[in-house]
């Protein structure tokens, strides 16, 4: 898995609609993310996701983002929705990750919010203990969504940096600065919500294509 050459993969992160779910895959993406936390515009009841990842076409990795889940909802997911990877988007320590890692049965990507360097040491204590890491923009603290808010960081904070495990790069990425993020990262891995959006939490096919296309550096197609 992608840190060495090889295409960057790209997730699609908040998918609601089995339309854009679709278009995500054939138009490249890697991993299509699923969000289960209320106070998100891209939040998925468990029946709406049962039956989206049911009908996920094939090759396309299903991300369940959660954050400081309880054992309950580790459980339902576990039982009820086709997921390949959980994706922990709060303040859970490293116990708790190995925890639900160990009760899912499903590896799990944790997000590491970043706002200066000091931020960086969490890296370390969750390599030991996840399968990848997403590194992201920390949210201010007035925000609503511990994710998911267009934010970007300062990139050069993890310029010429490498992690022994696989991570992706998230925060504010649009198809007109994943390109230049992956140059100055050097990120394999990429993902994106509010950047592929034409309105909160509503996805856009033309703007998934565009963002597929910067990232893997490929023509992008033409929508009418
Ligand atoms: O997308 C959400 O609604 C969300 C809610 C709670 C936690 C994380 C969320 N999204 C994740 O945030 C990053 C960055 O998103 P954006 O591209 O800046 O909108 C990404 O990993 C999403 O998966």
Redesign the pocket.
């Known amino acids: 898995m992608p840190d060495g050459p090889g295409p960057v993969r790209v997730k699609i992160?908040?998918l609601t609609r089995a339309g854009d779910l679709a278009a995500a895959a054939r138009l490249g993406a890697a991993y299509a993310?699923f969000?289960f936390?209320p106070p998100?515009?891209?939040n998925l009841s468990m029946d709406a996701a049962a039956a989206l990842a049911a009908g996920a076409p094939p090759g396309i990795a299903k991300v369940g983002?959660v954050?400081d889940p309880d054992d309950a909802l580790i459980d339902a997911l576990a039982d009820r929705v086709a997921l390949d990877m959980l994706?922990l988007?709060g303040h859970e320590t490293p116990e708790r990750v190995a925890a639900i890692r160990a009760r899912s049965g499903l590896p799990v990507m944790k997000?590491i919010g970043v706002a200066d360097a000091a931020d960086l040491k969490a890296i370390d204590l969750y390599s030991r203990v996840a399968d990848q890491l997403?590194i992201?923009?920390k949210p201010p603290r007035d925000a609503a969504?511990?994710?998911?808010?267009?934010?970007s960081f300062d990139w050069r904070l993890i310029q010429n940096r490498r992690w022994s495990l696989p991570w992706m790069l998230?925060?504010?990425?649009t198809p007109d600065n994943v390109a230049d993020a992956i140059r100055l990262t050097g990120a394999r891995q990429v993902?994106?919500?509010?950047?592929v959006e034409r309105a909160r939490g509503v996805k856009d096919e033309s703007l998934i294509a565009s963002f597929i296309a910067a990232a893997t550096g490929t023509a992008a197609p033409v929508f009418r």
């Open positions: 992160c908040g993310g969000v936390f998100s515009p891209r983002l954050v994706q988007h997000a997403l992201d923009a969504l511990p994710g998911g808010n267009a934010l998230a925060g504010g990425l993902d994106v919500s509010s950047g």
